[in-house]
């Protein structure tokens, strides 16, 4: 499915600009590509630039209060100064490089809850910046990514929803300023001692992070905390892990050690 905008970038009589996207879908590391259709108005117009960039919605976090705010990342610069006669049409094509951070917006065939993204237009005319409106973007995840999701699903997990958190994760090497938090009620086997999982990756070319939380339960003499657990996965030899026996042995050592699995 192809997403088209047209809309009036600089008020009345000034350029127009259409962004189509061949393929909205697309992976972490992967690209998207299009064109962007600029077209003049009834006077000529001096572009000084026309910049693509992903945006998601992500939770801000701080001593005076939490809020849910825009954040744009990958912004690339599609082209530098050119002149736009009056209804003169000027074609980009261009090549969008999706970074390896990119939060999935899409899991096990269908759309993630509380995700969202979207590739943002942006064009300059005399000091005067236009941001247009978001053309959706689906993220799929990556081969690795998927054998792991596929796992927890084996192993009973089922898919709450989805965040993003402005931040750094201690321990992580970690490009973007922000982190996705994919989330999971617990499967029947824990759902006693676990109120929720959530899993993070954070990825490059070569590997992909992975880290675990344990949200436990807490009970009459026992205090809920949270349990983390960190591993890469290569995308290379992903594909020869049992991941269903590996989550399922990290989560039981994790509950076991604190006394809350027997």
């Not at 047209?6 to 992976?27: F, H, K």
């Not at 825009?70 to 999706?98: I, K, N, S, Y």
């Not at 954070?202 to 657990?229: A, S």
């Not at 399922?248 to 006394?259: A, Y």
Request: glycine share 10%; net charge negative.
């Amino acid at each position: 499915m192809v997403f088209k905008r047209l809309r009036q970038a600089m008020g009345v009589g000034g350029p127009s600009v259409e962004t189509v996207l061949a393929d909205p879908s697309c992976r972490p590391g992967g690209q998207l590509a299009g064109r962007v259709r600029v077209t003049g108005g009834d006077h000529p117009v001096d572009v000084s630039y026309l910049a693509l960039g992903l945006v998601t919605r992500v939770e801000v976090e701080s001593s005076e209060a939490e809020y849910d705010t825009d954040q744009e990342f990958g912004r690339q610069q599609v082209t530098g100064p050119f002149r736009l006669a009056p209804g003169q049409r000027h074609d980009v094509p261009f090549r969008f490089a999706v970074p390896w951070e990119t939060p999935l917006t899409e899991m096990y065939g269908r759309h993630l809850p509380g995700m969202t993204m979207g590739l943002r237009t942006e064009l300059e005319v005399a000091r005067a910046v236009d941001q247009g409106d978001l053309d959706p973007v689906a993220v799929h995840p990556l081969p690795a990514q998927e054998l792991l999701l596929d796992a927890l699903l084996r192993l009973g997990f089922r898919l709450a929803g989805a965040d993003v958190e402005r931040g750094h994760l201690y321990g992580v090497r970690q490009g973007l300023p922000f982190y996705q938090e994919i989330e999971f009620h617990p499967a029947p086997r824990y759902a006693r001692t676990l109120n929720q999982l959530e899993v993070t990756f954070v990825t490059d070319p070569q590997q992909v992070q992975v880290v675990l939380e344990i949200d436990k339960r807490g009970g009459l003499f026992t205090e809920g905390r949270d349990t983390f657990g960190r591993f890469t996965v290569d995308h290379a030899t992903a594909h020869t892990q049992d991941w269903t026996t590996h989550l399922d042995t990290w989560i039981r050592q994790s509950l076991s050690r604190r006394g809350l699995l027997s």
